[in-house]
């Protein structure tokens, strides 16, 4: 029901503001197939030098060393090794573990209301940019951190 | 007046397609993000989950969700199943292309300010898909129960129980008890395969239409 007034809205509207544009099928398409191609033909290909690994059965007894979690959540890990020091009651581990996990994504999540610059130039929006480069640094230095840390 | 005119005319008197599909494939696609290969990450995640749901389904027909029953099935899958192999080793790469497709997709919308007005809600719905990715990665972890698995999610679980306030249920209803253990499995399994698909599905709806809707935001 909705979809369908979506359709008739984008028909009726008449954008006269759009300079170029391609139509969807077959230009656009046809680079999204040939991508989809390109992808699924890389993953066929790791898949099949580097197959899945499978480690010994689980073992409650057993803790073996070293235990690496998936790589998108090494930062976390080394946020909460390289954060050691107690603020007033809260202690390091709470803070560790708050800090990258509420702290990190409830910015995420509000990046377009804490940003109210409306120009879309790139040169136009320093503070954001610069932001955005020291929170991807900031990633990249404590996922390096919990490898070599281990 | 040939087959292929008879069965679209058919089909046409009864749902209009013609209205539905000149619609789709006259809409303009601006010319910058049908060149900028930047605006393939989108596609490329998706195209990921398309492939993690193919294969996913494929590997749920051999999986077996008990502490005792899993490690072997798995081992089933990798031995004895004809393509099994492939099969998980494709989801267990779709899944991390996946999540980096996802992440550069979304620094690339951050650096080119493409949240701002009117987008900021398909933001929020875009970091939230991040969040269910994520999720999806660390429920799929424990399921092969190989050493790995068992105490990657131990910590994993270990770390979610610590937030102060919600972190103690977090933990209660992710473990389901005090360890790892049966119940574990199969709140991992539930989560894996039925509440963050059925979650992600309705997202990625709404995530697209919103794009329909409001265009591809542009201009480097």
Known sequence: MSLIEIEKHEIEEERPVRIRGLPFFPHFLLREVVVMCLIAGSLILMASLYPAGLLKPADPFDTPTPIYPEWYFLYVFGFLKFWTWDIGPLPAKVIGVTLPMVLWYGLLFMVPFIDRNPSSDIRKRKVAVALGIIAILGILYFTYFSIVHH | ?220
């Not at chain 2, 789709?24 to 993690?52: D, S």
């Not at chain 2, 398909?122 to 991040?130: A, C, E, F, M």
């Not at chain 2, 092969?144 to 610590?162: H, N, R």
């Open chain 2, 1 to 220: 007046m040939n087959l292929e005119d008879r069965i679209f005319k058919w089909f046409d008197e009864r749902f209009k397609i013609k209205d539905l599909l000149t619609s789709v494939i006259k809409h303009p696609a601006p010319e910058y993000a049908a060149t900028n290969p930047l605006y393939c990450l989108g596609g490329i995640a998706f195209l990921c989950f398309m492939i993690l749901v193919t294969t996913g389904v494929f590997l749920a027909m051999y999986y077996k969700p008990t502490p005792l029953e899993a490690y072997k099935s798995v081992e089933h899958i990798m031995t004895v199943v004809p393509m099994g192999s492939l099969v998980r080793s494709i989801h267990h790469w779709a899944a991390n292309t996946m999540i980096a497709a996802v992440m550069l997709h979304m620094m690339r919308i951050y650096f080119m300010g493409a949240y701002k007005k009117p987008r900021e809600l398909n933001w929020v719905v875009g970091v939230t898909l991040l969040l269910i990715t994520t999720t999806f990665g660390f429920s799929g972890y424990l399921l092969p129960w190989d050493q790995l698995a068992f105490w990657a999610t131990k910590i994993g679980t270990g770390i979610a129980g610590s937030i102060p306030v919600i972190g103690e249920y977090i933990s209660l209803i992710l473990v389901g008890g005090t360890d790892i253990g049966a119940e574990t499995m199969t709140r991992f399994f539930t989560i894996h395969v039925m509440i963050l698909p059925i979650t992600i599905a309705i997202l990625l709806l709404l995530h697209f239409a919103m794009v329909r809707i409001q265009g591809i935001s542009g201009r480097l």
